[in-house]
């Protein structure tokens, strides 16, 4: 196995601030652990507030230049970072990978997911538009200018170390936004990379800064407390939205929270079931369970429960546990100890509860954050997994008999953020689709998490959306300009409407033939 680390040189192991790749001040570094196996990757620099406030500095500074850098330039620099990283996927995949966990497969399809972003909002950065109009009492006239908001404070998760970055920097720099990021202290090797790609291709010193630390609260306290900062963007649990968007209200922050979700998936027993297998597997699986939009609940309606429930602990139990960069791996390690020894927990509760291990349940010795493939059924009501977010590959099956039961149960959570159906039927999808409290809905479909579409959840699972033409807008505020013009609108003069004055030529009427 080749070492991914070589990709990351030592000198790109430090703060990418402005133009320089800096030390802490305090110089104090911290180690970065392969999750299965446990051994110290890499160290890298522990910024304290210090540190982020010269990004802040550095962020502020090119603000101004950025905003006025023509949007086809802009558009440029994004697909080249979409190029570099698209040429790059193999190398970026093996470090994803080896700080995260994630089988190589998915990592590699993370780069592919991530990327896109780019070459997405490369589109949207020359698509950017106000408008005119008239008042409705003819008096004056109304014309909006989008403008950047400013410098942007990014706090991004560990379980998509790129993608989630991704999604933030892509459309602040579209919009002519610059930005601070701070990545996940269990993954930042992936989003130092990125600055580096961002910097061979041309991207302006100042415009993407990242800044390592595992003193995150004391750091992003002091970025949202600078008036400098005009917007933060949030990935992560929703316990942690909260507090940051108290933390925003000070400074009265735009704010965009990707948080927690609960995902339940729905098979109706008119389901294609082949369908819904291989869609259950993609909504429970993908990122090892480890996705905030993860199928958390697994609902199937009782005449195929039985059929259903057998035929995925099968697949489950087929799937192959081990390093993620070792071939034929299907299942990764988890990001560390603490999120095994929850899973571990969950199972354990489902289980006292009266909850039917059919595959998996059993955490195995041996060196790393490994949790096999799980299945239980039977699982009541009560069980404590049924209402936190699992994380993990665990899925608990519940079995229903009426829409409007399990319609009820699904919504019967405080995050709204995913959601699955099955159903060969239109018109009870439709019924979901307008009943379930969700921002996102797979209709016969496991995998929804697309670029151009607005990824963002209701209820306490966030606020704003990721992604597509909305996505842009999230970095943009509109001033409002009242012109005064009294009167009513003129006529352009054109023969259909009026006369032409005399003096002027008129346009020629068309002949019969010509029309
Ligand atoms: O975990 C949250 C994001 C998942 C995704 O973008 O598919």
Redesign the pocket.
């Known amino acids: 196995m080749s070492d991914p680390m070589n990709v990351l040189a030592p000198e790109h192991r430090r703060l990418r601030i402005g133009d320089a790749w800096r030390d802490a001040a305090s110089g104090a570094t911290f180690a970065v652990e392969d999750p299965a196996t446990g051994k110290t990757i890499a160290e890298v620099a522990d910024a304290d507030v210090v540190d982020g406030l010269a990004a802040l500095d550095a962020a502020s500074t090119a603000m101004a230049e950025w905003a006025a850098t023509p949007p086809r330039k802009r558009s440029e620099l994004l697909t080249a970072t979409y190029r570099a990283l698209t040429e790059r996927s193999e190398e970026v995949a093996r470090l994803i990978t080896l700080e995260m966990g994630k089988p190589l497969a998915e990592a590699r399809g993370e780069v592919a997911?991530g990327a896109e972003f780019f070459r997405w909002f490369a589109e949207e950065a020359v698509r950017v538009e106000g408008r005119y109009s008239i008042a409705p009492s003819g008096g004056y006239r109304i014309l909006t200018v989008p403008k950047p908001v400013g410098p942007c404070v990014f706090v991004t998760?560990w379980?998509?170390p790129l993608?989630?970055g991704a999604?933030k920097i892509a459309p602040a720099l579209a919009a002519g936004c610059t930005t601070i990021t701070k990545p996940a202290g269990q993954t930042p090797l992936t989003m130092l990379f990125l600055a580096r790609i961002m910097e061979e291709v041309g991207v302006p010193p100042g415009v993407v800064n990242v800044v390592t630390t595992k003193r995150s609260g004391e750091v992003v306290s002091a970025l949202l407390a600078d008036g400098r900062t005009r917007k933060l963007s949030f990935?992560g649990s929703t316990e942690v939205g909260r507090v940051l968007l108290r933390q925003a209200a000070d400074n009265v922050l735009r704010t965009s929270m990707?948080l927690g979700g609960n995902a339940a998936l729905i098979v109706c027993a008119d389901a294609d079931l082949d369908v819904a297998l291989d869609g259950a597997m993609v909504a429970k699986m993908?990122?090892i369970g480890?996705?905030?939009?993860a199928a958390n609940r697994i609902y199937v309606e009782e005449p195929v429960r039985e059929e259903f429930s057998a035929r995925f602990a099968e697949r489950m139990g087929a799937l192959s546990m081990g390093h993620g960069l070792d071939d034929g791996v299907n299942v990764g390690a988890l990001i560390d100890e603490a999120s095994v020894t929850k899973i571990d927990e969950l199972v354990a509760d489902a289980v006292d509860r009266g909850a039917r291990v059919l595959v998996g349940g059993e955490r195995p010795d041996g060196p790393g954050h490994f949790y096999p493939p799980t299945v239980l059924v039977d699982v009541p009501d009560d069980a404590r997994m049924l209402k936190a977010e699992i994380f993990g590959p665990v899925a608990p099956i519940i079995s229903f008999t009426s829409d409007d039961e399990v319609m009820a149960k699904a919504n019967d959570t405080e995050h709204g953020l995913a959601g699955y159906v099955f159903t060969r039927d239109l018109q009870r999808a439709l019924r979901f689709a307008e009943g379930l409290d969700t921002g996102m809905l797979g209709i016969n479909r496991g995998l929804?998490?697309d670029p151009s579409a607005p990824?963002g959840g209701v209820k306490q699972s966030g606020i704003g959306k990721e992604g597509s033409h909305e996505g842009i807008l999230e970095y943009l505020d509109l001033t409002y300009v009242a012109i005064d013009l009294p009167g009513p609108a003129r006529c352009s003069g054109r023969p259909a409407c009026a006369p032409a004055p005399p003096g002027r030529p008129t346009l020629p009427t068309p002949s019969r033939s010509r029309r």
């Open positions: 997911y998760p379980n998509f993608a989630m999604r990935t990707e993908r990122n480890e996705s905030c939009i929804i998490s990824f």
